[in-house]
């Protein structure tokens, strides 16, 4: 397994931009499919953005596709989550998670990192 350790979130009025990091330690980071996902208050996790480990798939929740990007740089062990036209709906933690399989589905996620907030406000 890796370490996930996300960074970048905090305050944005909505149309503005944010971008998340995962750091991960290890040095197997390239065999990981990453993933970001997501949970607001009273709300299930769900899935925002899926990279493949050499990045070259990506997949993305219709809520989000054409408004964020997610990324990798193997070189650097991390993965981004570039965010733009934010809308208050996009307020919640934002996690990421690795897997060995190119996945859309929690359960199939055995690294998380602790999270980041984001609030995006109207």
């Known amino acids: 397994q890796v370490q996930l350790v996300e960074s970048g979130g905090g305050l944005v009025q909505a149309g503005g931009s944010l971008r998340l990091s995962c750091a991960a330690s290890?040095?197997?980071?390239?065999?990981?499919?990453t993933a970001w996902f997501r949970q607001a208050p009273g709300k299930e996790r769900e899935f925002v953005a899926v990279?493949?480990?050499?990045?070259?798939?990506?997949n993305y929740a219709d809520s989000v596709k054409g408004r964020f990007t997610i990324s990798r740089d193997n070189a650097k062990n991390t993965v981004y989550l570039q965010m733009n036209s934010l809308k208050p709906e996009d307020t919640a933690v934002y996690y990421c998670?690795?897997?060995?399989?190119?996945?859309?589905?929690?359960?199939?996620?055995?690294?998380w990192g602790q999270g980041t907030q984001v609030t995006v406000s109207s």
């Open positions: 290890g040095r197997t980071f390239s065999s990981y499919a």
């Open positions: 998670a690795a897997s060995l399989s190119y996945s859309r589905y929690p359960g199939d996620f055995a690294s």
């Open positions: 990279i493949s480990r050499t990045g070259g798939m990506t």
